[in-house]
């Protein structure tokens, strides 16, 4: 990638795919390929000056993971849970789910349900709590549960697929053509590069499913995740709670796009998440 142009960031993302020549970029690695697919967007920026100026997307994006409450500690406090907060699930099925048997096995609850009962088992739940988000409520590859998961408690409740589209367009083009989810998790080194990454938010958006750009564990204080969250127009984050120098990292960047955009900067707060309830 010596001498291309770092203004075309599509071309140097697919000289690095070209040279890698693998689907799941296993010769030189998603890592490596991701370093130097945002060193490429970040050196265009700092030579443009794009992004001093606050970018051109207002929107700023509600913290998706910063919405896991614990609802009765709430009510306790004296707040209304679905009028002052919200709650979000971040389930991983696939840690539960028995792919011969095609059940799910909630050991704490001593319960097995199949993808029709575990579908009935989130109803009961999106009852009682003011549940407006809900991830990874499926297994990876249980796609006929995800259907019917989407077909229930999709109208109302955003339904976040983080392993099953793994930000990759093919799964999403066939989780799009399936009616699975109605929303996807957006980890920039979980595709490798940033052309990518776009090309799934792009695709999620086309087809009226919202995005959440996240982080993803052993993070650093980088905060290009908040940079893409407005630029892509995501609307949602996932960067964790108020806590470790990786995190506020994220937060304060956000801080400073807002402080740019000024009067044009806009919060949909609970509007980001769709419906949901309440």
Known sequence: VVGMDALDQTAVDA??????????KGKLGANAILGVSLATAQAAALATGVGDE???APDLPTNEEALVLVTEAISAAGYAPGKDVAVA???AASEFFDGKTRRYTLKGEGKSYDAAGLVGF??????KYPIVSIEDGMAEDDWEGWAALTRTL???????GDDVFVTNVERLTRGIDAGVANAILIKVNQ?????????????????GYRS???????????VTIADLAVALDCGQIKTGSLSRS?????????????????AGARYPGRSAFGRGRG
């Open 89 to 91: 699930l971040d389930v």
């Open 212 to 222: 959440v750009m996240s982080h993803r564990s052993g993070e650093t204080e980088d």
């Open 246 to 262: 990786d995190r506020v990292a994220k937060y304060n960047q956000l801080l400073r796009i807002e402080e740019a955009l000024g």
């Open 191 to 207: 595709i490798g590069t940033l052309t990518e990454t776009v090309a799934a938010v792009r695709m999620a958006h086309r087809a």
């Open 15 to 24: 000289r690095m795919l070209d040279l890698d020549g693998t689907p799941g």
């Open 154 to 160: 999709g109208g109302g409740v955003q339904l976040v």
């Open 54 to 56: 606050g970018g051109y």
């Open 122 to 127: 989130y109803e009961q739940l999106v009852r």
